[in-house]
């Protein structure tokens, strides 16, 4: 079945040591986007990928790096995680912008 | 930032009840989608309205749209203990790219 497939589903880094989240599809869809979403929150926009036009959403810290090497694939990285940053953590495609989206079933991220 | 704010923010109903949240929204939107989420997994959408529809089915789901008043509803009828879940009202923030979600309303489907 196509889908949208997140790796891992549960991830625990430690303090100020970089993370890397990763987000596949089988949809073959131009649009990945990367959500955070704290607990009992709205997701929040990260950024999201047009093919590979890179988009950041202007409140996203500098901290938050996304890279997509090819249609499929799809990276968040943390550079240097905080204790703030402790979320799910939410990929998700669409064919068009603002298009119905297609969610993975999220890594929740633990920061110790 | 958030684009759409939902109410009630919790909502606790029997099994077989009517089930109605509501998303109000700020700016003029292309369309307003609806999102529903089970604790700890992803979202699944659930139904799309174009901002020149009113009204939208699908199953036992019933969407509103009134531009005028920026603000939609989501009806569930004869609801079902599975439907416990969070629901989302997301809206096109005008750019054509991406969403901005609500807060979302937690609903509790009591058996």
């Known amino acids: 079945d196509a889908m949208v497939i997140q790796n891992p589903r549960y991830q625990v880094t430690q303090f100020g040591k970089p993370v890397t989240l990763s987000c596949s599809q089988t949809?073959?869809?131009?649009?990945m986007y990367w959500y955070q979403q704290k607990s009992s929150q709205a997701p929040k926009l990260l950024f999201h990928?047009?093919?590979?036009?890179?988009?950041n959403e202007a409140d996203t810290p500098d901290n938050f790096q996304s890279r997509r090497p090819n249609t499929s694939f799809c990276f968040l990285d943390i550079r240097s995680p905080g204790l703030g940053d402790a979320a799910m953590y939410l990929c998700?495609?669409?064919?068009?912008?603002?298009?119905?989206?297609?969610f993975g079933p999220g890594t929740r991220l633990t920061v110790t | 930032s958030q684009q759409g704010e939902e109410d009630p923010q919790a909502l606790s109903i029997q099994e077989g009840e009517n089930a109605t949240m509501n998303c109000s929204y700020k700016?003029?939107?292309?369309?307003l989608q609806w999102y529903r989420q089970n604790s700890g997994r992803g979202l699944v959408h659930l139904i799309l309205?174009?901002?020149?529809?009113r009204e939208k089915h699908s199953g036992r789901l019933r969407v509103t749209l009134d531009t005028s008043k920026k603000s939609s509803s989501l009806l569930i009828t004869a609801s079902r203990a599975a439907d416990t879940a969070s629901y989302f009202c997301?809206?096109?923030?005008?750019?054509?790219?991406?969403?901005?979600f609500g807060a979302g309303t937690r609903l509790t489907v009591k058996p």
């Open positions: 998700a495609t669409s064919t068009e912008g603002a298009e119905e989206q297609y």
């Open positions: 949809l073959n869809h131009n649009v």
């Open positions: 990928y047009y093919d590979k036009d890179f988009n």
């Open positions: 700016t003029s939107i292309n369309n």
């Open positions: 309205i174009r901002s020149n529809e």
């Open positions: 997301a809206t096109d923030a005008g750019n054509n790219n991406d969403m901005r």
